[in-house]
């Protein structure tokens, strides 16, 4: 089975507006933190936000927030106030284990190509 | 703070030869990645280490494939001997554990095979 799914290939936005990026996971571990990675076209992984299985508020980084709905499964990635730049590549990311933890394995999706036009 | 640094950042090579990749992760972290990445989909991890111990290499075809990192710092990354399926870009990343931080990855730029 998948451990992470993103279901929408790609995605368009006008300037200025919001978009939502879905990611659906799966995982029996009560313990796991949620990843959002952003790969523009020069190829390089930058992370964008976590989301902890425990943290009882969603996280937000500027202008990005995680939509996390815990017994969904599902971690979305809400992006406010779109700009030229945001057009990229985004991958959603899991790791079970407990928080800052860096020995599991980190699971991506397949990821949503977004493009902010004007 | 200098990232993960990554060489050669292009590569081209004919099927059945051999081709190396060299990284050199954040100064301190002590986990480093090896991820495959093939157009149009997301990243497959190949190997993890800690410090100069593998964790975990369960998806690595060890029959062409091989990866050391030597004194715990900077990794190796061999295909020998490539196939047409081998053609990705090959990202390094690192990571460290640090109290309540999320473990998040840093990547390099990535290098990327193409094989005929």
């Known amino acids: 089975a998948q451990k992470i799914t993103q279901t929408q290939p790609g995605m368009f936005v006008q300037e200025k507006e919001a978009v939502t990026l879905d990611c659906t996971y799966d995982t029996s571990d009560q313990s796991y933190g949620l990843f959002w990675y952003k790969q523009p076209s020069s190829g390089e992984m930058i992370f964008l936000i976590y989301q902890g299985s425990y943290d009882e508020q969603n996280a937000t980084e500027g202008r990005y927030s995680l939509n996390f709905q815990k017994a969904r499964k599902s971690a979305n990635l809400v992006i406010s106030a779109s700009q030229l730049g945001d057009s990229a590549m985004y991958f959603c990311a899991m790791r079970e284990g407990p928080r800052g933890s860096t020995l599991g394995r980190l699971y991506f999706g397949r990821g949503t190509q977004l493009t902010v036009w004007p | 703070e200098a990232g993960v640094a990554q060489s050669p950042r292009y590569k081209i090579i004919e099927k059945r030869q051999s081709v190396a990749f060299w990284c050199n992760p954040i100064s301190g972290h002590a986990t480093l990645y090896w991820y495959q990445q093939i157009l149009g989909q997301g990243p497959k991890l190949l190997i993890q280490f800690q410090n100069n111990g593998v964790v975990d290499d369960s998806q690595l075809p060890k029959d062409r494939f091989s990866a050391e990192r030597l004194k715990g710092v900077d990794s190796t990354l061999k295909i020998q001997p490539a196939k047409l399926e081998d053609s990705a870009v090959y990202l390094c990343?690192?990571?460290?554990?640090?109290?309540?931080?999320?473990?998040?990855?840093?990547f390099g730029e990535g290098s990327r095979l193409t094989v005929l």
């Open positions: 990343a690192s990571s460290v554990q640090q109290g309540a931080n999320t473990g998040e990855l840093f």
